[in-house]
C-alpha cells in the first residue's frame, strides 16, 4: 500500500470510499508522522484518543452508507479556533491552559461533515506576524530547507502550524485565518494552497479576535481541489456571527477544470516593486502565460492606492487588536497575577502574559484611538481603506475577473533573520496580501515554482466578492502547469 500519508485529501476520500483503507489507518498514519516531525513544532496539543475516536465513529458512518463529505479525513486546527474540551490558547501566555465549553462555527461544521481532528496547530500569538516566531510555544520549522543547507527556515505565519504541517505531511488539510496574508503567506511559503474567502463567507464565532473586520477562516491544503472541498464545509451563514453573510455556498469542487477561456486577468502594475527578485517577476510572467496559454485574456490594471495599503493597515488592525484584547484582563480568561488592587492585578496578568509583539500592537492601537490622534490616524486610514476597495471595484467593473499577482515579496526566511532591529522588515513581507483583506475580497495562494535555492515561490489571484470559484477554476490551471511541490524529508 502506498503511504497513506502522502496522499491528497480528493484520494483519500476516494481510498475510504471504495474500502482501500479505513479512516482509523489513514489518521493513525498521520499521527505517526506527527509524532516524527515534532521538532518542526507544527502542532502545540496533540489528540489522539479524539482522533481515534473520530476516525471509528466515521468509519461507521461509511460503512452505513451515510457519510458526510468530509469522513474520515483527518485534519489540524488553528490554535485560533475553539475547540470544545481541548485547550484553546491563540499560543498566548496569557490564555494559558484556557479549555473552552464551546466549539467554533467553523470547526464544528467539518466535524458535521466527519473530518477527524488530529490536534491544534501552532501560531503566532493572537496571529500576529509574518514568521510564526511569536508563537508563546516557539519558531514553527518550515519542512522546506535551502539547497545544501540545514538551517531552519520559518513557515510563514500567522498560520504558520498550519501550512507547516500540511506540506509535511502530517495533516490532510488545516483551518487556517487571515488578517493580512496569514493563510496566503505561509501557504507561498511551503507549496501548499491556501484561500481567504471573501469576509462573510465563514463564520468567525470562536475563532479568538484580532482585528475583527479584517478576519476571515479559510483552509490550508495540498492542492486546489482540496482547498475547495474543505472550503464547501468550513462556508456559511452563521446567525452566531451577524458579519456572515447569507447566501448559499456553492460546489466549490465543480469550479476544477472549468474553462477560463475568455476570462479577464488583471495584472496591476502598482505590484510591480523596486527591487523584487527577478525569479518573482519570472514566477509572475510564467504564471500570465499559464493562463494565457488557457485561453484568458491578459489586461494591465491599475489600483493606484496599494501603496497605503500596508501603512493603513497597520493602523486599523492594531486599533481593532487593542479593543478586541482589552477582554485578557487575568480575570475572567487563563492567566491570573496578584497586584495590590485591581488595576495593578490587569497590568500583571497583561504584562506577564502578552508577549512583545502584541505589546506593540495593543500600544500603537491604543494610540492611533486616542483622543486627538483618532481623526489623524484612525479615520484617515478608514478612508484610505475605502479608497483601496475602490481601486478593485474600477478594475472588476472594467470586466476583469480576477488579477494576478506574486503571493509574497519573497521565499521564505530563516529564523530570527527578520524583524528583529525593525519589526516594519515582517510586515513588508505582506505587501502583497493586505489590500485584498481591506477590500474583504477572496485571494488564493498557488504554488507556482521555486527560486533559486529550491525554496517553493507562490501566486495569488484576487477575485470578486463572493466569487471564490473563478480563484478555484484558474488556481487549478496553475497548478496543473507548475505542478505539486513536496518538500525532501530531513526531520
Ligand atoms: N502578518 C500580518 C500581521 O502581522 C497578518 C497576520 C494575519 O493575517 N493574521 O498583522
Not at 69 to 80: C, F, Q, R, T, W
Amino acid at each position: 500500500m502506498t503511504d497513506l500519508t502522502s496522499l491528497t485529501l480528493a484520494e483519500a476520500r476516494e481510498g475510504l470510499a471504495d474500502k482501500s483503507f479505513t479512516s482509523l489507518e489513514l489518521t493513525d498514519a498521520h499521527l505517526g508522522a506527527i509524532e516524527a516531525a515534532r521538532v518542526l513544532n507544527a502542532f502545540v496539543m496533540e489528540t489522539p484518543d479524539q482522533a481515534r475516536a473520530m476516525a471509528r465513529e466515521a468509519d461507521a458512518k461509511i460503512a452505513k452508507g451515510d457519510a458526510g463529505p468530509l469522513a474520515g479525513i483527518p485534519l489540524g486546527i488553528k490554535d485560533l479556533f475553539a475547540t470544545k474540551g481541548v485547550r484553546t490558547t491563540a499560543c498566548s501566555n496569557i490564555l494559558g491552559n484556557f479549555v473552552p465549553t464551546y466549539e467554533s462555527t467553523v470547526t464544528s461544521q467539518l466535524w458535521r461533515d466527519g473530518a477527524v481532528m488530529l490536534g491544534k496547530l501552532n501560531n503566532d500569538e493572537f496571529a500576529m506576524g509574518s514568521s510564526n516566531e511569536t508563537s508563546c510555544f516557539g519558531p514553527v520549522g518550515n519542512p522546506w530547507r535551502r539547497d545544501g543547507s540545514n538551517a531552519t527556515l520559518v513557515p510563514g505565519g500567522s498560520s504558520g502550524g498550519s501550512a507547516s504541517a500540511v506540506a509535511a505531511l502530517l495533516c490532510m488539510g488545516a483551518t487556517a485565518t487571515d488578517t493580512g496574508g496569514s493563510i496566503r503567506q505561509p501557504a507561498a511559503f511551503t507549496a501548499t494552497v491556501g484561500i481567504k474567502p471573501t469576509y462573510g463567507r465563514c463564520s468567525r464565532w470562536g475563532v479568538v479576535a484580532f482585528a475583527s473586520s479584517l478576519d476571515q477562516a479559510g483552509p490550508i491544503a495540498r492542492s486546489v481541489r482540496d482547498a475547495a472541498m474543505l472550503l464547501r464545509s468550513m462556508a456559511g451563514h452563521d446567525p452566531k456571527d451577524t458579519t456572515s453573510v447569507d447566501i448559499p455556498v456553492p460546489d466549490y469542487e465543480a469550479a476544477i477544470g472549468k474553462s477560463v477561456k475568455g476570462m479577464k486577468i488583471g495584472i496591476p502594475r502598482e505590484y510591480r516593486l523596486d527591487g523584487m527578485p527577478a525569479e518573482i517577476e519570472k514566477l509572475w510572467s510564467e504564471g500570465a502565460a499559464w493562463l494565457k496559454a488557457a485561453g484568458a485574456e491578459l489586461v494591465e490594471v491599475s489600483l493606484p492606492h496599494t501603496k497605503y495599503a500596508l501603512p493603513a493597515y497597520y493602523i486599523v488592525a492594531p486599533a481593532e487588536a487593542s479593543s478586541n484584547l482589552a477582554r485578557y484582563d487575568g480575570v475572567r480568561y487563563g492567566l491570573r497575577e496578584q497586584g495590590k488592587n485591581i488595576i495593578e492585578m490587569y497590568e500583571n496578568a497583561r504584562a506577564e502574559g502578552f508577549g512583545a509583539e502584541v505589546k506593540r500592537r495593543v500600544m500603537i492601537g491604543t494610540y492611533v484611538l486616542s483622543a486627538g490622534y483618532y481623526d489623524a490616524y484612525y479615520l484617515r486610514a478608514q478612508k484610505v481603506r475605502t479608497l483601496i476597495k475602490k481601486d478593485f471595484e474600477d478594475c472588476f467593473a472594467k470586466g476583469v475577473d480576477a488579477i494576478l499577482t506574486p503571493a509574497t515579496p519573497s521565499a521564505a526566511f530563516g529564523i530570527g533573520e527578520k524583524g528583529g532591529a525593525d519589526p516594519v522588515e515582517m510586515y513588508l513581507n505582506d505587501i502583497f496580501t493586505v489590500t485584498v483583506n481591506m477590500a474583504g475580497l477572496p485571494g488564493i495562494a498557488v504554488p507556482a515554482g521555486k527560486d533559486g535555492q529550491g525554496l517553493p515561490l507562490g501566486l495569488q489571484l484576487i477575485g470578486r466578492p463572493f466569487d471564490e470559484e473563478t480563484l478555484f477554476s484558474l488556481g487549478e490551471v496553475i497548478e496543473q502547469a507548475a505542478g505539486r511541490f513536496t518538500p525532501a524529508r530531513w526531520w
